[in-house]
């Protein structure tokens, strides 16, 4: 595991130093900008195999901009990332063949069934046919989505939403999974299989990344952790080791600064209008 | 209230125009097309006015009222005061909402060309003791436009809510839009229907519009002025309080329609069940490989299932079936012309394999994150095409086979349809993968097309154009072909078989630059289909 809080990354450019064989997702001196503002600036990152892995930040970090980077769905200025020991910008095609993705907002084929959808997603990943009808069967009674299997996937709440995003994620059983936001709206009993579904994942071996704001269930699941803050790492580490004894909350709001704000400027809130 | 939704509106405008740089190009030509139009209308009013004659008068009043009902139902989605659901939550009572809409109507292209227009009428029309009424009517006229399509709209936007309320007011625009392309045809119509087909010879008598044209509401408004020209003010003031009636009563239906969206609470929305798997067993035994059926089964679906891609294939297949018009209008052409252009539309269709990427927005990630080419993705996308046109051309042709006689050209149309699918495609996917832009969602923007496009639909609108003519240029030697050999059955047949070759060979090349492209851009696309 690798941290530089507050230290800039190395001068890397893209297909620059190989750390390839360090982890099962490595990232070098990412960086990426939108107009003029910086959204990650030199994120340095080993996820070791196995690991269920927890980005933490507070909002506008610059959480989802790593994972769509990690994930080869955005550029980055520059920086390089491994997945599997693959690079991702030299060897795309091997490296999306290993990767699942959950994003926070589960953009769909709305227009189809869930069926449907988990269909269309593992015959686009060149799976087999009737594989790709085991696999999905399997993922809708797991995630408790077979009685909506045939209804369109924009009749669904948001929560069965990101069910059927997990389950796309899931269908190809892939070596890194990347989630973004999971268990947001997700109902507690569903969270709770999710969650066995997940850990039974990476006691197999297989790693995850995992992105979220709700620090008790980073906790509760995650082996390793890091605070993205201002697009930098500022800690990393085993949880344990990171937490030090106390808890991640009291950890994470003194890395990332504690707000000044106390609720007692907005006096009228809750005073009568009348 | 007023002040706030034009500062609302005017904060509207600007941010659209700051956030999408077409916008602005978009913006200027509107405003342009609109004073120019509204510019030269008034002064031909006022031009009119001058020279005594006023027997237009209620024609011009009601087109420039039904501009005003479909005006606002296109651009619903782009003009978000518009849409009288967003505001339903805050606590405003409808005789407020009434009048800070209606003041949000004032401030766009639509109202300062028709102050143009209403300008030119009271230049041209008001003098002495008739002043005062003319100015009444075009207040009144004013009111019933902006009244009448903010009613329409706020009626729309309950519809909006519920799957088949969106299939109805789809239909209904679609029809409108049909009853405009023929009345765009109603002079040739009447042309080539009377006995001297020379033109000139035939004029429209504007008089005989005029009874049924004074029972409307704008007919009345405009009554108005010709009763006050002619001195009968007692008529003229009956007619401008039936007007006023009129603006009473379309007021009190948009204040109960705005009541009624807001009391809805919860818009309840059917759940489409749909069974079966995605691929047809047709389809699989059809396709070459899963990733291209599967994508041509999923494209079906969707101009199937989302209202967007059936109102814009509703559209491309009018302006399929407008060469039917000129047959209707008695102007009947050689057999072989008329069946053999039963292919020709086909090119129409290559608006939609420019979209092909934007029609899928931000889920085309899906594609992006999977590994290989896209070359399967587009080949999928343009079968979908293919299965649509062969009943579209089916249809078309064997109409127009039986309008014409020409039954024994139909056994080639199938072969200039492939060649016309393959020639549109190729330009299409060109687009698609060169000019790739985002196509915004029916939910957030508008049923019915191009002003929700925030001036990315203007861009398309030309590279398509441009791409009509070239493939009408790669169409030619076919159909000079075709024609030479019109008479002779197994030449007309080896040269429709060739051009099917010609076509699929112009697809084939389209296909590797565009793949080459897609490949080598794919984020960057996906970027640019993404809204924000």
């Known amino acids: 595991m690798t941290s530089e809080p507050s230290v800039p990354g190395p001068q890397a450019t893209l297909h620059g130093s190989d750390a390839s064989g360090e982890g099962a997702v490595v990232a070098r001196g990412l960086r990426r900008s939108f107009g003029g503002v910086r959204a990650v600036d030199g994120i340095d990152l080993t996820v070791p195999a196995g690991s269920f892995f927890g980005l933490l930040g507070p909002n506008g970090a610059g959480k989802t901009t790593t994972l769509r980077m990690l994930t080869a769905l955005l550029r980055p200025d520059a920086g390089d990332v491994w997945i599997e020991s693959i690079h991702v910008w030299t060897n795309p095609d091997a490296a999306k063949a290993i990767i699942g993705a959950l994003h926070e907002e589960p953009r769909l084929f ?19 046919p009737t594989e790709v009808r085991q696999r999905a069967d399997d993922l809708l009674d797991v995630l408790d989505l077979r009685a ?121 809130l809750g005073t009568s209008s009348d | 209230m007023a002040r706030h939704f034009l500062r609302l509106k005017w904060a509207l405008l600007s941010n659209g125009l700051r956030r999408h740089p077409w916008g602005t190009f978009n913006a200027a030509g509107m405003l342009l097309l609109g004073v120019s139009l509204g510019g030269l209308v008034g002064i031909g009013l006022a031009q009119l006015g001058r020279s005594g004659g006023d027997l237009w008068l209620p024609a011009v009043f009601t087109a420039m009222f039904a501009l005003w009902l479909i005006g606002p139902v296109i651009a619903f989605g782009v003009d978000e005061t518009l849409d009288p659901s967003r505001l339903a939550p805050l606590p405003l009572r409808p005789h407020q909402l009434v009048t800070g809409l209606l003041a949000a109507s004032t401030l766009s292209a639509g109202s300062g060309a028709s102050a143009l227009v209403l300008l030119g009428v009271l230049i041209g029309f008001a003098s002495g003791a008739a002043t005062v009424l003319v100015l009444g009517a075009v207040i009144v006229q004013l009111v019933l436009c902006l009244v009448a399509g903010r009613t329409l709209t706020t009626l729309i936007s309950g519809a909006l809510g519920s799957r088949r309320g969106r299939d109805l007011v789809t239909t209904l625009v679609l029809l409108l839009m049909l009853v405009f392309y023929g009345l765009g045809q109603l002079p040739n119509l009447l042309l080539n229907a009377s006995e001297g087909p020379v033109p000139g010879t035939f004029r429209v008598d504007p008089g005989a519009a005029l009874p049924i044209l004074r029972y409307t509401p704008p007919g009345q408004a405009a009554l108005v002025i010709v009763h006050a020209r002619d001195g009968a003010y007692g ?298």
């Open chain 1, 110 to 128: 709305d227009r189809l069934s869930g069926a449907e959808l988990l269909e269309y997603h593992g015959l686009l990943r060149g799976l087999a």
């Open chain 2, 235 to 532: 008529h003229a003031v009956l007619a401008l309080a039936l007007a006023g009636l009129w603006v009473v009563l379309l007021l009190a239906a948009w204040a109960w329609s705005l009541g009624h969206l807001a009391r809805r609470s919860s818009q309840r929305r059917s759940r489409a069940r749909v069974r079966g798997r995605l691929v047809p067993a047709a389809m699989r035994a059809v396709l070459p490989s899963g990733r291209v059926a599967a994508v041509a089964a999923r494209e079906l679906r969707y101009i199937a299932r989302h209202p967007s891609r059936r109102v814009r294939l509703a559209q491309n297949l009018v302006l399929i079936f407008l060469p039917l018009l000129p047959l209707l209008g008695g102007r009947v052409f050689d057999q072989e012309v008329v069946v053999l252009a039963a292919a020709l539309p086909a090119l129409v269709l290559l608006n939609e394999a420019a979209v092909q990427f934007g029609s899928d927005g931000a889920p085309l990630w899906a594609h992006v994150a999977v590994p290989g080419t896209w070359r399967s993705d587009i080949v999928g996308r343009n079968a979908a095409l293919f299965v649509l046109l062969i009943p579209v051309t089916t249809v078309l042709a064997l109409a127009l086979a039986a309008l014409t006689g020409g039954w024994r050209f139909v056994a080639f149309v199938p072969l200039l349809t492939v060649m016309t699918w393959g020639i549109g495609t190729a330009l299409g996917n060109l687009i698609a993968a060169y000019v790739p832009i985002a196509v915004p969602e029916p939910e957030q923007g508008n049923l019915f097309g191009t002003s929700a496009w925030q001036g990315q639909g203007c861009l398309l609108g030309v590279m398509s154009m441009l791409a009509l003519v070239v493939g009408v240029l790669l169409s030619v030697p076919a159909a000079l072909g075709a024609w030479r050999f019109r008479d002779n059955a197994p030449a007309l047949l080896l040269v429709c078989g060739a051009g099917a070759v010609w076509g699929v060979a112009v697809w084939l090349v389209g296909l590797a630059a565009a793949t080459r492209r897609a490949d080598s851009e794919r984020l960057e696309i996906l970027e640019a289909v993404t809204q924000r």
């Open chain 1, 148 to 268: 909506a299997a045939s209804e369109l996937v924009v009749d669904y709440s948001h929560g069965m939403r990101k069910k059927i995003a997990l389950a796309v994620a899931l269908l190809h059983n892939p070596k890194v999974l990347f989630l973004d936001e999971p268990f947001e709206a997700i109902d507690p009993v569903s969270a709770r299989t999710i969650r066995s579904v997940l850990q039974r994942y990476t006691s197999a071996g297989s790693t995850i990344v995992f992105s979220s704001h709700v620090l008790d269930v980073v906790e509760r699941i995650c082996d390793h952790v890091a605070i993205v803050h201002h697009g930098r790492i500022v800690v990393a580490g085993p949880i344990d080791e990171v937490r030090a004894g106390g808890s991640l909350e009291d950890v994470f709001v003194e890395v990332v600064g504690a707000r000044d704000a106390t609720g007692e400027e907005l006096a009228w």
